[in-house]
């Protein structure tokens, strides 16, 4: 009896002794039976193994597509009338595949969702909108910039990847409070003096807290595991890339468009806001004196002399 693609099928009742006269033989080795399931007389499973020309440690953008491949390739034997049962593709590399898949997702969200919430936290830090806003931009600039310098790695979107851009975040933010801090803090109301203010007070801090930080992330280069020597790398990406631009874009836009006086101020505006609802209520309240009713429901008006009088 031959199959469709030509080769000759064991009969049934013949199909279970020749697995294992095949088993048995030299031409079957130790991996071949294992790969053999012979349980209770029965064939219970037959495994099939290749190889394949994924690396073993490619990230989750190159197993991705293979997985998806394998899946649809069981999926259209499983699909056929001869099959002989459910088929499964299994390998030791789809189990880690989930989890950085996972984590890249959470770090794509994560930086999704921080910049709105940096853009909060540093306009309530500093009081400042418009601090808040070119802090924010300052941000923007050195995840784009770390991440421009993984893609010119030719480094892919994989688990050190994603937990090294989570972590830089943090950062990325730190440099630019102190800077805004200080600007505003700055006795002066007018963005040239302020800025004179903020670099004479922080800026040496600023480069001595980025010498700390670079040489202890020189020592992660010695280590073994890849993973140390790609996060050394972004972090000092991040430092140097967040000095340039916390130094120069930020002080920049602060030199030439800073706030000055009470602009973009949470503080004024908290103010002016309290004023308005402070004239509503006086206003509403008004009313209702006005308006008051009497024990037998009619409304009394109060007399000009006690108008007068108050």
């Known amino acids: ?151 010119w790695m030719g480094w892919s979107l994989g ?33 040239h003096p302020r800025v004179r203010h903020m670099l004479g007070h922080m800026a040496v801090t600023v480069l001595a807290g980025a010498a700390t930080t670079l040489g202890s992330a020189i020592f992660l280069f010695g280590a073994q595991i890849t993973f140390f020597g790609k996060f050394a790398l972004i972090m000092m990406a991040t430092i140097l890339f967040s000095l340039l631009w916390s130094l120069g874009f930020f002080t920049a836009c602060c030199a030439l468009i800073g706030p000055e006086n009470d602009q973009g101020s949470l503080i004024v505006a908290k103010d002016w806001l309290m004023t308005k609802l402070g004239k509503t209520t006086s206003k509403s309240g008004t009313k209702e004196e006005n308006g008051k009713p009497d024990e037998n429901g009619a409304r009394v008006s109060p007399s000009p002399g006690a108008l007068g009088a108050a």
């Open 1 to 151: 009896m031959l199959s469709t693609t030509g080769s000759r099928l064991a009969p049934q009742a013949d199909y279970t002794t020749k697995i294992k006269q095949f088993r048995d033989s030299s031409n079957c080795d130790a991996t071949c039976k294992s790969d053999l399931g012979i349980i209770d007389n029965r064939v219970q499973y037959i495994a099939i193994g290749f190889k394949s020309t994924l690396r073993r440690r490619a990230p989750s953008t190159q197993s991705s597509p293979v997985y998806d491949l394998m899946e649809d390739f069981v999926e259209s034997r499983n699909s056929q009338p001869s099959s002989p049962g459910e088929a499964f593709q299994t390998s030791e590399k789809w189990p880690p595949l989930r989890t950085e898949q996972a984590m890249l997702r959470n770090a794509l969200f994560g930086m999704a969702l921080c910049f709105p919430l940096s853009f909060v936290v540093l306009s309530l830090f500093t009081l400042n909108v418009i601090i808040g806003f070119y802090g924010i931009l300052s941000i923007v600039g050195i995840v784009s910039s770390v991440m421009a310098v993984t893609y």
């Open 159 to 191: 688990t050190a990847e994603s937990i090294a851009l989570v972590i830089l975040i943090g950062f990325s933010v730190d440099y630019t409070v102190h800077l805004g801090h200080q600007y505003l803090d700055a006795p002066s109301k007018f963005r």
